[in-house]
């Protein structure tokens, strides 16, 4: 079936400092979708990703759908307190179905 | 508009028993996904229901099922429950497209 491998497993950074945090599939796929998932709560989309190349931000959150159409990456920009949490890239197969990654734990030290 | 509720919260059973989740999609949203998620295996797909049928299905026993009733709620049912199957389950809704809302989850712990 379809791997998902996101890197780095866990993170932990200082307050201010930006973040980058990426994802790799075995296979071309042609949407890629990131979610956060706070401690306790359900995960919420950030950023959906259509097209090769494509470069979509959403405050301090910018994504890359990367050319190959086999990778993806998340940049957050001047961290916070309240990015921690679990950042999950997902892609949605030519089945509906969607495939989540492994998650990148975020921690911010204050 | 109030988001996707799950009930219970929280549930413990044990090994052998069987257990029925509970989920209320957004007023309108007629896809219901359900996911379970380890530690170890991270969030996977379960199935998903639109209009009361199933349009897909992970790879999961057959004795994980689910259903959707008319007014789109949904339940998923676990029968003879095995410690593995301690996780969260998460249900998640959506109107069209990509965007699934999220419910908060049950937590399902088998002793």
């Known amino acids: 079936g379809q791997q998902l491998n996101q890197s780095p497993q866990s993170m932990f950074i200082q307050e201010g400092e930006d973040v980058s945090m990426n994802c790799t599939s075995s296979?071309?796929?042609?949407?890629w979708l990131w979610y956060k998932q706070d401690p306790g709560e359900g995960p919420v989309l950030l950023i959906a990703?259509?097209?090769?190349?494509e470069l979509t931000s959403n405050g301090r959150l910018t994504a890359q759908f990367g050319i190959t159409r086999k990778d993806s990456f998340l940049n957050i920009s001047a961290s916070i307190p309240s990015d921690v949490g679990i950042y999950f890239c997902?892609?949605?197969?030519?089945?509906?179905?969607?495939?989540f990654g492994p998650g990148t734990s975020l921690s911010v030290i204050p | 508009k109030a988001g996707v509720t799950q009930t219970p919260r929280y549930l413990i059973k044990t090994r052998g028993q069987q257990v029925t989740l509970s989920c209320s999609p957004i007023?309108?949203?007629?896809?219901v996904s359900w996911y379970q998620q380890t530690p170890g295996q991270g969030l996977q797909f379960l199935f998903e229901?639109?209009?009361?049928?199933?349009?897909n299905k992970g790879n999961f026993p057959g004795r994980f099922s689910g259903r959707q009733f008319s007014n789109s709620r949904s339940e998923m049912n676990v029968s003879t429950l095995e410690l593995g199957d301690s996780a969260l389950y998460l249900c998640?809704?959506?109107?069209?497209?990509?965007?699934?809302?999220f419910g908060p989850g049950t937590r399902l712990t088998v002793l």
């Open positions: 998640a809704s959506r109107l069209a497209g990509d965007e699934q809302f």
């Open positions: 296979s071309i796929f042609n949407t």
């Open positions: 990703l259509y097209k090769a190349g």
């Open positions: 997902a892609l949605k197969t030519s089945y509906d179905k969607v495939i």
């Open positions: 007023s309108g949203h007629r896809s």
């Open positions: 229901y639109f209009s009361e049928t199933q349009r």
